[in-house]
Protein backbone atom coordinates (compact mmCIF):
# COMPACT_ATOMS: atom_id res chain seq x y z
CA UNK A 1 0.00 0.00 0.00
CA UNK A 2 1.38 3.77 -1.15
CA UNK A 3 2.36 5.95 1.80
CA UNK A 4 -0.04 9.08 1.61
CA UNK A 5 0.79 11.80 3.97
CA UNK A 6 -1.97 13.76 5.82
CA UNK A 7 -3.79 16.29 3.86
CA UNK A 8 -6.53 18.52 4.79
CA UNK A 9 -9.57 17.88 2.18
CA UNK A 10 -12.24 19.97 3.25
CA UNK A 11 -12.66 22.99 5.71
CA UNK A 12 -15.86 23.85 7.64
CA UNK A 13 -16.92 26.75 10.04
CA UNK A 14 -17.86 25.52 13.38
CA UNK A 15 -21.30 28.01 13.34
CA UNK A 16 -23.21 26.23 16.17
CA UNK A 17 -26.41 24.18 15.84
CA UNK A 18 -29.56 24.19 17.55
CA UNK A 19 -29.59 20.69 17.66
CA UNK A 20 -29.17 18.58 21.36
CA UNK A 21 -29.46 15.14 21.95
CA UNK A 22 -29.89 13.81 25.29
CA UNK A 23 -26.91 12.99 27.16
CA UNK A 24 -27.46 9.74 29.05
CA UNK A 25 -26.39 9.02 32.94
CA UNK A 26 -25.27 5.55 32.36
CA UNK A 27 -21.64 4.92 31.39
CA UNK A 28 -21.70 1.86 29.17
CA UNK A 29 -18.70 -0.14 29.38
CA UNK A 30 -16.39 -1.65 26.85
CA UNK A 31 -16.54 -5.11 27.91
CA UNK A 32 -19.49 -6.73 29.82
CA UNK A 33 -23.31 -5.42 29.32
CA UNK A 34 -24.51 -3.89 32.48
CA UNK A 35 -27.76 -2.88 32.76
CA UNK A 36 -29.10 0.19 31.33
CA UNK A 37 -31.08 3.13 32.71
CA UNK A 38 -33.69 5.79 30.86
CA UNK A 39 -32.53 8.79 32.84
CA UNK A 40 -31.30 12.03 30.77
CA UNK A 41 -28.45 13.50 32.49
CA UNK A 42 -28.86 16.83 30.25
CA UNK A 43 -28.96 17.46 27.02
CA UNK A 44 -25.88 17.46 24.84
CA UNK A 45 -25.00 19.79 22.07
CA UNK A 46 -21.59 18.85 20.31
CA UNK A 47 -20.33 21.62 20.39
CA UNK A 48 -20.29 21.88 24.04
CA UNK A 49 -17.99 19.03 24.10
CA UNK A 50 -15.77 19.86 20.61
CA UNK A 51 -15.92 23.54 20.55
CA UNK A 52 -14.43 26.57 23.20
CA UNK A 53 -14.24 29.22 20.55
CA UNK A 54 -16.54 29.18 17.81
CA UNK A 55 -15.61 31.90 15.98
CA UNK A 56 -12.22 30.23 15.67
CA UNK A 57 -13.19 26.61 15.29
CA UNK A 58 -13.15 25.03 12.47
CA UNK A 59 -13.59 21.26 11.45
CA UNK A 60 -11.18 19.52 9.02
CA UNK A 61 -11.93 16.21 6.63
CA UNK A 62 -8.24 14.56 6.23
CA UNK A 63 -6.81 12.08 4.13
CA UNK A 64 -3.75 10.14 4.06
CA UNK A 65 -1.92 7.46 6.56
CA UNK A 66 0.65 9.69 7.95
CA UNK A 67 -0.78 10.46 11.26
CA UNK A 68 -2.21 7.26 12.05
CA UNK A 69 0.24 6.88 14.97
CA UNK A 70 -1.36 9.67 17.01
CA UNK A 71 -5.04 8.36 16.12
CA UNK A 72 -6.14 9.97 13.04
CA UNK A 73 -7.08 8.18 9.79
CA UNK A 74 -8.17 9.35 6.57
CA UNK A 75 -11.75 10.79 6.69
CA UNK A 76 -11.28 11.55 10.09
CA UNK A 77 -12.53 14.85 11.01
CA UNK A 78 -10.44 17.23 12.71
CA UNK A 79 -11.67 19.84 15.28
CA UNK A 80 -9.09 22.60 14.95
CA UNK A 81 -8.84 25.76 17.43
CA UNK A 82 -6.72 28.72 15.36
CA UNK A 83 -6.90 30.37 18.83
CA UNK A 84 -5.03 28.11 20.66
CA UNK A 85 -1.20 28.11 20.73
CA UNK A 86 1.06 25.66 19.15
CA UNK A 87 3.55 23.78 22.05
CA UNK A 88 5.89 21.16 21.50
CA UNK A 89 4.25 18.05 21.25
CA UNK A 90 0.49 19.39 19.74
CA UNK A 91 -1.18 18.43 16.77
CA UNK A 92 -1.52 21.14 14.22
CA UNK A 93 -2.55 22.04 10.82
CA UNK A 94 0.17 23.89 9.06
CA UNK A 95 0.38 25.19 6.17
CA UNK A 96 3.36 24.47 4.20
CA UNK A 97 4.27 25.75 0.61
CA UNK A 98 0.76 26.53 0.35
CA UNK A 99 -0.77 22.88 1.18
CA UNK A 100 -2.36 22.25 4.42
CA UNK A 101 -0.73 19.03 6.67
CA UNK A 102 -1.37 17.51 9.50
CA UNK A 103 1.98 17.12 11.77
CA UNK A 104 3.11 16.96 15.17
CA UNK A 105 4.90 20.36 16.46
CA UNK A 106 8.56 19.61 17.61
CA UNK A 107 10.92 22.04 19.41
CA UNK A 108 14.36 20.77 19.93
CA UNK A 109 17.26 22.51 20.17
CA UNK A 110 16.11 26.04 18.80
CA UNK A 111 14.72 23.91 15.52
CA UNK A 112 11.32 24.09 14.69
CA UNK A 113 9.99 19.88 13.00
CA UNK A 114 6.31 19.12 11.79
CA UNK A 115 6.43 15.59 12.46
CA UNK A 116 4.58 12.59 11.11
CA UNK A 117 3.27 10.27 13.07
CA UNK A 118 4.11 6.75 10.79
CA UNK A 119 7.26 5.35 9.77
CA UNK A 120 8.87 6.29 6.25
CA UNK A 121 7.64 9.79 6.64
CA UNK A 122 10.82 12.51 7.42
CA UNK A 123 10.35 15.56 9.52
CA UNK A 124 10.03 18.41 8.19
CA UNK A 125 12.40 21.23 9.17
CA UNK A 126 10.69 24.61 9.34
CA UNK A 127 12.64 27.98 9.92
CA UNK A 128 11.51 31.50 9.75
CA UNK A 129 12.51 31.78 5.89
CA UNK A 130 10.26 28.70 4.92
CA UNK A 131 6.94 29.33 3.52
CA UNK A 132 5.38 27.58 6.40
CA UNK A 133 3.04 28.43 9.48
CA UNK A 134 0.54 26.55 11.97
CA UNK A 135 -2.44 27.49 10.63
CA UNK A 136 -4.51 26.32 14.12
CA UNK A 137 -4.35 23.15 16.90
CA UNK A 138 -6.24 19.71 16.37
CA UNK A 139 -8.31 20.02 19.63
CA UNK A 140 -10.05 17.10 18.68
CA UNK A 141 -11.63 14.67 15.90
CA UNK A 142 -14.65 12.95 14.84
CA UNK A 143 -14.66 9.17 13.39
CA UNK A 144 -17.49 7.68 11.91
CA UNK A 145 -17.59 3.84 12.13
CA UNK A 146 -20.22 2.90 9.76
Known sequence: MAKTPTKVTDIHGAAPDATTHPLYASQPAAGFPAPG???VERSLNIHDLVVKH???TFFVRVRG????GAGIYSGDVLVVDRSVE?????IVVAAVYG???VKRVRLQRNQVTLASEQAGYEPIAV???DDCY?????VGSVRQFT
Open 86 to 90: AYDGS
Open 134 to 138: VWGVV
Open 37 to 39: DDF
Open 54 to 56: PTA
Open 99 to 101: ELV
Open 65 to 68: DSME
Open 127 to 129: NEL
